[in-house]
């Protein structure tokens, strides 16, 4: 069954520094999203993107945010100075129009930041 | 801002019972409705979606909804020790311009063997 995946698994870096989460979305999917959860706390909204541009973003995604597809499989979140409050999981998920909304989700980035 | 309500539980039932997960939402034009269990330390996975008023029945979970009151709930028949996990409402946005689905906090399930 085709999957989201994500790399790394777990990624621990010192604040200030820049870090990049990969994903490889569903190969026939068309719309991707970036979602967090800080430990304890409720899946978060970050980012959506659809044919190559950011079609939605919440506040959370600030400047120090930015997402790219660089080729036709990878998506990847930058983060481009690190804060102790970006530590979290991160997860990737897409999507087509046929999965009636529903995202499918890959298996995350638990990004910790010290 | 839109919100999806979830009691955070525990939730706890014996083996074999009936489990009753609920969620409210407060955004009236939601037509996208789902559910997703997500065990500790792993991804949201997604178990059911709902459109429409009415139940809706996969294996032994069943999905209800009734837009009038805001309302969708997860039954679970015969509960497992594997059913243990925190259960995920998830609602749509239809004023997104990204059709982003908006979570609520989650109600933790525990099934007593």
């Known amino acids: 069954e085709p999957e989201v995946t994500q790399t790394p698994s777990h990624q621990v870096t010192q604040m200030g520094q820049e870090v990049i989460l990969r994903c490889v979305p569903i190969s026939n999917h068309l719309y991707f999203y970036w979602y967090r959860q800080i430990l304890g706390q409720k899946v978060e909204f970050l980012v959506s993107?659809?044919?190559?541009?950011?079609?939605?973003k919440s506040e959370i995604f600030d400047d120090q945010f930015s997402v790219e597809r660089p080729d036709g499989s990878n998506f990847t979140l930058k983060i481009r100075s690190t804060k102790l409050e970006d530590s979290a999981m991160y997860f990737c998920a897409s999507r087509t129009p046929q999965t009636g909304g529903a995202l499918y989700f890959g298996s995350g980035t638990r990004l910790t930041v010290v | 801002q839109k919100e999806v309500e979830q009691n955070s539980g525990p939730l706890s039932v014996p083996e074999g019972a009936i489990a009753s997960l609920n969620c409210t939402y407060s955004d009236r034009v939601s037509q996208s409705f789902f559910w997703y269990r997500q065990y500790s330390g792993k991804s949201p996975e997604l178990i059911m979606s709902i459109y429409s008023n009415g139940d809706k029945e996969d294996g032994r979970f069943t999905a209800q909804l009734n837009k009038a009151s805001q309302y969708v709930s997860l039954l679970i028949r015969d509960s497992q020790p594997s059913d243990s996990a925190t259960y995920l409402c998830a609602v749509n946005d239809r004023e997104s311009s990204g059709d982003k689905l908006t979570f609520g906090t989650g109600t933790r399930l525990a099934v007593r063997p």
């Open positions: 993107f659809y044919n190559n541009e950011i079609s939605e």
